[in-house]
Structure formats: C-alpha cells, structure tokens
C-alpha cells in the first residue's frame, strides 16, 4: 500500500492453542455438529415433524407439552400442538426482545449434535428457509404422500422441486427425503415407491447422488418412525430401513475450517453488561478463545472478545461451525451491525464489488439477462446487485459448458455470472469458505436463483 505509516495489525491471539488436539480433546470425534435445515412445501407436515422429534428427543418438557396439547384440543386444533413446539421459538424470542433471524433448535442422536436451522412452523417461513439453506449442512426435504397432494407439491407452482433445488445450488449433497403423512394412506407401500420413484429421477436430475439421498417412511402426526418403529404396525410388515432419526445420524459432517483464520457473521446484535456489545452469528471458520482480538468488518475496528457462549457446551471456547454469542469491549455501539463480520485481524476478509459466480436459474418467468438489477443475499446481508455479464451456460449435474456468452439464461438453467455490487462485500471463494461464499438472488422478495462464488474479480 502507500500508507508506509501503516501499522502491522494487531495479532488474533498472543499465545495459539495446539488447536486440533483441543478440538479433539473436547469433540472427541464424537456428537460431532450438524446443522440441518428443513425444507418442503407449506403443509408437508415440516414443524409437526420435527416438534414431534424434538418431544421425542427430551428437548420439550412433559409439561410444556402437556399444556400444547390442551389448548390445542380446546382450540379444536389438536393436530397442531406438536407444531407448536417451534413456534413457541419465535414468541419466546420475541418477547424477549430478540430478533433471531433463524431461530435455532438443538436435538441429539446417537454421533450428532443438530440444529434445526429455521423456525418452519413461519407461516411466511421461506426467507427463513432459504437463510437456513445458506448455512445448512444437509437437508431434510419434506413431501406430503397423501392422495394428491405430494403431486400438487410437486408440480409447478409448488416448492418441493424449487426447495430441493435451492438447497442443492447452495452446496448442500446429502438428502434425508421424509415421506411423511403415509398413515393417511394406511401406510401403503406401493404409494411410497410412487412418490420415491418420482423424487429420485428429479433429485437425480438436479444433481443429488442416489447414494447422497435417504428415503424414510413416516408419520410426523403418529410419531411412527421418527425415532422408533412399533412392532406390529403396518409400517414394519414391509420396512426394516432407518427411522428418520438414525437417517440423520449417517449424515456426514463436512470438514470444519477449524485451523483457518476466523470467519463470522453478525446475525444479531443488542447490548450486553456496562459498555459491552453482544453479538451472535455461526462461526464459520477457526476457533475463539477470550480476549481474542478480532477485527470488526468492513469498518476496521478491532474489537476485544470478552466472553463466548455457544448452544452445546458451557466451555469458553468455540470452534468452527458454533453458533456463538460473543460479548465484545471497545465496540462503539453505532458501529456494529447485523451483517457484519468479524475476523482475524491478520487475514482479513477480502472486499468485493465484483464476483464470478456459478448460480442455478429457477423456474421463473423472464430470463436472466445482462444488467439485470437483483438482491444478492448471502449470511445476514442484502444488497443490490448487477448481472454484469453471462459468460456461459452450464450443464446442471455435470458442469459442462453449453453455451459461451448466452444472451439469457433461461428458468431452470445454470450459468457463470459476474455480479457487481454498489458496495464492497465481505465475501470469500466456496472453494475456501463454504459458509461464505454462497449466496441467493432475489427479486420483489421471491427467490430467481442460487449460487457459489468462484472467483473475486474486484
Ligand atoms: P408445515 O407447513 O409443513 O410446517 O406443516 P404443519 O406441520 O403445520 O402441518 C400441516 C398440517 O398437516 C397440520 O394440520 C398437521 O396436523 C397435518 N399433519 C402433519 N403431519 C401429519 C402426518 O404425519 N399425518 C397426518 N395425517 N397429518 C399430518
């Protein structure tokens, strides 16, 4: 630079742990972290599901549920008092006057610590849905089996294939397929191979590997198969497969950036004790400690870590892949917001106004051109952007490239794209942080397309 003035940054830590062996030491290879997001069209049964999981799991208290299930019959509305159980998420959060964009449920399997990314029982859940896909590690797609509707889930218009597709752009392999409300259907085995049959010719077809995705039986209203099979139900007769919850457990977990420099985005921010600032967002690569130094972006302030809790162990220290909650000193409180970013002050992250980007074009109405005006959202960030240029046209599974220079970019198509933006982002390669460099393009608040970054050209 031209600054010879220019003061060496401040270094992260003064003494470094021996990191992996901490990890191990703590981690044990075992309860490894997954964090899952549930997708699927609105009435699949997603938050009956997994509120009726997370009741089974010990996570709802007897009582609370207990109190669910007598407002819902008084309601009239007994079906719903699983579904519940998430919903409660938000009001909690509400009146405690939090903002939690993606409100964070945590269950356990036999290797697996997950969390449910999402509030699914959101009405309006797919902003939330697609904030969750953007972080999410695997997915849980969820399809209605009963008479007509997994078809009409299915079709266009409805958001099984463009959820199944969404999640597969953002980087997302693995697939547990809940083939839910079967009990309607007196648990028909020939109706199961139906819907499976279908959802595998077109997961395969957006690029999913058959042996990526699971297929599971289940009723999330009955609570059959979810984390038991009951000997002597119809459903045993002809199923000896995983439940959804051993389905989950084989998921594997990706690699965590855990030696790499320190990555997180600022999800929420409030006001912690005295003069400190809270923060919270996932740590998407490296490890913390108190009184690391961490550089607060884009604006350049390094701020103190004072103190860190996560969701899954009490100890004051977080690895990659925790959701955290930070507790910073030396922060003025006017310059912290929620999409910013926190780093290693040494390895900052890189400012982009200009990206190549391979991005999957969903089923929408006019096509991609160049110039077109979109939001670019990735992490807790939304901002304007510009198709600066369609440089090609790209086979969806394989990658190939069909066309150069394509004038458009047709629904249901895939591309390399370049984007500018009126603003710097802090935004790093897929190749190098998952988390960070995958994003979605949006327009009028519906969703046009998903991608990775593959290149910063500015
Ligand atoms: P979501 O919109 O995908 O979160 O769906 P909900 O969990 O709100 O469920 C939608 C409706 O389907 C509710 O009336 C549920 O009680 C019902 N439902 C959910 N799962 C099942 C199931 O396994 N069997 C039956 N019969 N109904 C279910």
Redesign the pocket.
């Given at each position: 630079t031209t600054t010879p003035a220019a003061k060496a940054p401040p270094k992260i830590r003064d003494k470094p742990v021996d990191v992996v062996s901490e990890y191990k030491s703590r981690r044990g290879g075992e309860q490894s972290l997954l964090n899952l997001v549930v997708v699927?069209?609105?009435?699949?049964?997603?938050?009956?599901?997994m509120?009726h999981v997370l009741y089974l799991r010990g996570n709802v208290a007897q009582r609370t549920m207990h109190k669910y299930e007598q407002e819902s019959r008084k309601m009239g509305k007994q079906?719903?008092m699983?579904?519940w159980v998430l919903d409660d998420t938000e009001e909690e959060s509400v009146s405690r006057g939090v903002t939690v964009d993606v409100a964070q449920r945590v269950f356990t399997t036999g290797h697996r610590t997950v969390t449910l990314l999402d509030a699914?029982?959101h009405r309006d859940?797919i902003p939330n849905m697609i904030t969750g896909a953007a972080r999410a590690d695997a997915a849980v797609l969820?399809v209605?089996a009963?008479t007509g509707e997994f078809e009409a889930g299915f079709e266009s218009g409805g958001q099984t294939r463009e959820h199944a597709l969404l999640v597969r752009s953002l980087g997302v392999s693995q697939l547990v397929v809940a083939i839910?409300?079967?009990?309607?259907v007196d648990w028909s085995e020939e109706r199961m191979k139906e819907v499976r049959h279908s959802l595998r010719q077109f997961l395969k077809g957006v690029g999913y590997k058959d042996i990526d995705v699971t297929y599971v039986p289940?009723?999330?209203?009955?609570g059959e198969n979810l984390v038991k099979r009951t000997a002597g139900e119809p459903l045993s007769a002809w199923y000896s497969g995983p439940t959804l919850l051993e389905a989950i457990d084989m998921l594997k977990v990706p690699e965590r950036g855990i030696e790499k420099p320190v990555r997180i985005c600022v999800c929420d921010v409030y006001k912690g004790q005295g003069s400190n600032m809270c923060v919270s967002g996932r740590l998407d690569a490296g490890y913390l400690q108190p009184n690391d130094r961490l550089l607060l972006m884009p604006q350049g302030d390094v701020v103190n870590l004072k103190n860190i809790q996560t969701d899954t162990q009490a100890d004051n220290v977080a690895f990659a892949g925790d959701h955290v909650t930070l507790t910073l000193s030396g922060i003025d409180p006017a310059a912290l917001h929620i999409g910013d970013f926190l780093c290693d002050p040494t390895s900052p992250i890189p400012l982009a106004t200009k990206v190549q980007a391979r991005i999957v074009v969903f089923n929408i109405v006019v096509p991609l051109i160049k110039g077109a005006q979109l939001d670019f959202h990735y992490q807790s960030v939304t901002e304007p952007a510009t198709i600066r240029k369609l440089v090609s046209q790209l086979h969806k599974t394989t990658g190939q490239t069909l066309k150069s220079r394509p004038r458009a970019l047709p629904k249901n198509s895939a591309g390399m794209v370049e984007l500018e933006f009126s603003r710097p982002l802090c935004l790093e390669l897929f190749r190098d942080f998952r988390e960070m460099g995958r994003f979605m393009l949006r327009t009028g608040g519906t969703t046009i397309a998903a991608g990775l970054v593959t290149k910063i050209l500015d």
């Open positions: 699927g069209h609105v009435d699949a049964g997603k938050s009956t599901l509120g079906s719903f699983y579904a699914p029982g859940f969820v209605d009963s839910n409300k079967l009990d309607t289940c009723s999330g209203l009955s």
